[in-house]
Structures are given as structure tokens and as C-alpha cells.
């Protein structure tokens, strides 16, 4: 699949009601100006609620005798599908096909906006758990596949618009449950095209579970609004931590599900968040990402400035002005800058290569979204690249293992215990900050024999040639030995041991000023020193792909940068052969 440069497509002059104030024209002018400005994917909505307009005839007793369409006919095919918003569908997609733009269409798009899109006939209904619901879904689904399968311009089904909005879920089995049916009723209309899951605020503690989107989706997505993210809204936008978000949790999602990630929706918020010129440097820095990580595309949210009179925009402010036009069709300055970027990437070739220099293991009783994020953080600070694994599965053969904020009785199996044991012994290495956990073999281990030990505690420590200070859930003491970073030599391996957990506390100040990437180039430094370009501004990334001989270097700041003789525009990056 090419890399898919596009956005989230609500016609311009209706929005969310496109289907029902059909406008063929505006349409095609929708599609004529993204296409000539270098889109090539767009996500659609076929509105469910348009689309399937279903509602129950009662009997006496408030017994439903039969449904019809909500015009009181009988309905022209068996899932009560509208035929006239079917023939519109098709329009948008041989519109999108005479353009050479590909669509991900999101099936049951019943939450849209701050507002449900439910068909009259499940109105009230539990939509994940009711029979009722589970019929009509998946007849929504069957219907729509069936009849539109045929068509070139559909590249992959997507589950639906941020479906784990639509209803309260109880359960993580619900949450599976529920993506399970819909995918297979997608698989079994249309076994050849991709399911893409479209559920975002994902976790390893959340009913809804990156492994259960992972075993019934081909692709997942993040939607990394730093507006919205938990973590990610305490800095400015072009803030080092700020910009490293997207990339984060997309990481956070690929590694974790052993699948790809697309970043499916993303965007600023709009003017009361901040200006179109530093919407436009926040999308250029992200554009970068999705390409430098290899990423299946880059989808904005949205395409078009939405109608303030029309529902849901007439309450809901926060989605009025976010289109990378406005609704004459006028390009934004971040619009411009998209046009800019795709026709820089358009001929350079994917990054399929990139050097992991650690793998991060993600244990229990933590925030693992929190975790992954500031390892991140702190890893492109100091200039390494990381990958994730839950502590609960076979851990990944890998030179370097980070361990971060362990916490409580129970945050390593055993079985991953021993594995990484095991892996240091025959000469990996190994990273550990603690958080009040407990490991058994400790001594073992770390070689710190333990006194006593006690509550919260401050300790200072030098590391990478900088005196830092650091904050601790739990002091241990030990036997002539200061708290602070420990290093120790296991088999023909070493392990780092720190007494605090930089990666816990990370955000809780700015982490632009945060002297904590130096704990990293202190034990990584090997690692970094292995790089054919080298870098110790915090503020500037390096990415390095061996195989193909080349070095990506991200600059996160306003200032103009330059590395090893290459100049680096602000909130830029620049692609060096090595």
C-alpha cells in the first residue's frame, strides 16, 4: 500500500448531513481541490442512522410487529439499506476513483461529533451488548460491504468512527466480543480487503485492549489530538513533548499489537487552540514521523471548515473549525504546508529499516500509555530508539531491555523474569528504575544488598557528566552504597539499577528542561556512540536505518539547528545518507 497522505472528508457545504442535503456538485468541487493539492486517501462516513433509517411497527402490547423504513415503506433489500444514499455513496466513489483517491470507509458511523447517529430502531438500545443492536450492526454491515464491495476506490473497511464512544462498555470481554462480530461480519461480505480497527484510547488497562483490537483488526489507529490525549495537553503544541505525542502512542499501539498503525485522524483544535502557522509546523513535524517510522499514512481531521447551523455543530464548538480549508474552499496555512510535505515524500523510499536500540518491557500496576510516552520522550532526547512489549508475553530477543517504574508484589511474571535474566546473563543489558517494587533475587541482580528501608526520598546522582536530582516512591538503603544509578555486571551482562523512576515523573514538570535524557545517555552510550551521526541537543532526534545508509534528523524546536553539518529548519527534518 502507498503511503496514504489525506484526510477525514465531510462535504463542505453540509458536514455531517451530506447524505440527506445531497449536493453532487459540491461534492465533486470537494474532491477536485484535495486531489489537486496532493491527497490521495480519504476517510468516509456512510451516516448510519442516512443510510439504514429502520424503525419498529408495534402491535398490541408494545410488541414490535415489523420494521419498515422510516418513510413507512416496506424496504427495497433485505438489511434496510436506503437505496438513494447507496447510489450517493457510489457517486463519492467513482468521484474519488476519476481523482486517483483511495478511500477507508468507517461502516457504522453512529457517533460523529459529540452526537449518536443510531437508526430509530435501536433507539434506547444497548449497542454493545443487546441481540437487537448485534442484528442490526452486523445487517448494517453485511448490507453496506456487500453492495459496495465492488468498487475499486475502497482500499479497507474501517469498524466505524471511534465506535467505544457509542456506547458505555462495561467489560474488556464486551469491548472483544463486540469487535469480534463486527469483524467477522465485515470478513465474511468482503474477505479481501483490510479491517481497520478505528477505535483510539487504547491501553493495557482499558476495556478496550490494544490485544483485542489487534487479534480482530489488520491495521490499528491512533487519533492523537494532544487536545484530547491523556498526558499529552499540559505543554504547548510545539512544545519537544508535545510534537513527540503522535509518535508515541502510534508506536505505543504498532509494537505492542505486532501490527501497523495508522495515524487515521489528527489535528489542533482549532483558532481557540492555536494559530494555522503553528497548526502548520505541528503537521510538518508529524508528517515526518509518520514516514521516518514507517507508518501506513496521515489523515487530518478534517477536511473542510464545518456549517455552524447544522447539528451537531450548532452545540459543539470544538468541531466548527477544524478543516484544513474553510468552507469557501479556502486553503489553510496548514493546509498549504500538507500540499508542501506530500510533494516532499512522494519520492522518498519507506523506512522499513530503523535501528531498535531497546526494547522497553511495559510492567503491570502502571499507567503503560504514561510509561510508554516518556520513555519515549526521554529515548529521543538522548538519542536512541526504543520498542514495546507487554511484560506478559515472550519477550523480545534484544541487546538492551528498559524496565521502567516498577511498582508493587506482582509487576514482572516470572516467566518474563527469568527470560530477561536470562538475556543479561548471556550479555544483554539492562536498564531498571524502580518505583516501590519488588523483584525477588534482587541482590542477585543489581548487586545492591539491602539494610532497611523506608518511604518517599530525594537523592542526587551524576550521570552523563551532570549532577541530577531525583524523587523516590520507596528508599531502600544499602550496604555502603548511596542511592542513585548502580551499575553491576551480571554473567556477560550489566544491569543499570536507578532508585527512582524518572519515566513516572516525567511530566509532571516540563520535560523540555528535564535533565533525565542524561540517566539514558549515561546507560545507552554505547548504543548512541554507534551512530554515524551524533547529537547531544535534546531538542534534536535521530533516527538511523542502517540497511539503507540513512539518518533522519527531527528538529524539535523554533530555532534552526545544525548536526554534523547539515542545517535543520525549525520543526523540520532532514534526511542525511550516512
Known sequence: MAFLIGCNYWASNAGCNMWHHWDENALREDLARLAKDGMNCLRVFPVWSDFQPAVPIYGGGGVIREYRMADGTLPQNPWYLDE?????????????????????????????????????????????????????????????????????????????????????????????????????????????????????DLSLESVWHVDDQAAYSDMLVTHPYPFWVRHADRHPLLSVKTLVHAAAQTAFYADLAGKPCLVEEIGTMGPMVCSDETAAAFLRINMWHAHIFDRPGFLWWTAFDQPFGEPPYEDFAAERELGLYSATRQPKAFMKEMTAMAERLKDLPRCTDRKIDAVCILPRNADSWKLAFAVTMLAMQAGISVQFTDCIKTLPDASAYILPALAGTDALPKRTYEALKERVANGAKLYLSLCGGMLSEFEELTGLCIEDSAGGFTCRLDADGVTLEGHGERQLFYRDTPNGLHCHAYGKGVVYTLDFSPEQ??????????????????????????????????????????????????????????????????????????
Open 505 to 578: 515523573h516525567l511530566f509532571d514538570t516540563d520535560p523540555e528542561t528535564s535533565p533525565y535524557y542524561h540517566i539514558y545517555r549515561e546507560v545507552f552510550r554505547e548504543e548512541i556512540a554507534a551512530y554515524p551521526v551524533q547529537c547531544d541537543d535534546p531538542a534534536v532526534g535521530v533516527v538511523w536505518h542502517p540497511v539503507s545508509g540513512r539518518c533522519h534528523l527531527i528538529n524539535y524546536s523554533g530555532c534552526e539547528k545544525t548536526v554534523a553539518g547539515q542545517t535543520i529548519p525549525p520543526f523540520d527534518a532532514v534526511e542525511v545518507s550516512v
Open 84 to 200: 438513494e444514499m447507496l447510489r450517493r455513496f457510489e457517486v463519492l466513489c467513482d468521484t474519488a476513483s476519476e481523482h486517483g483517491m483511495k478511500l477507508i470507509v468507517g461502516l457504522l458511523t453512529g457517533w460523529m461529533s459529540g452526537r449518536l447517529y443510531v437508526p430509530a430502531v435501536l433507539n434506547g438500545v444497548n449497542l454493545r451488548t443487546d441481540p437487537r443492536a448485534l442484528l442490526w450492526e452486523q445487517r448494517f454491515i453485511e448490507g453496506f460491504v456487500t453492495r459496495l464491495k465492488h468498487h475499486p476506490a475502497i482500499i479497507a473497511w474501517d469498524h466505524g468512527n471511534e465506535c467505544n464512544c457509542m456506547w458505555q462498555t462495561a467489560t474488556r470481554d464486551e469491548a472483544a466480543a463486540w469487535t469480534a462480530a463486527m469483524t467477522n461480519a465485515i470478513r465474511a461480505a468482503d474477505p479481501a480487503r483490510p479491517v481497520i480497527s478505528g477505535i483510539h
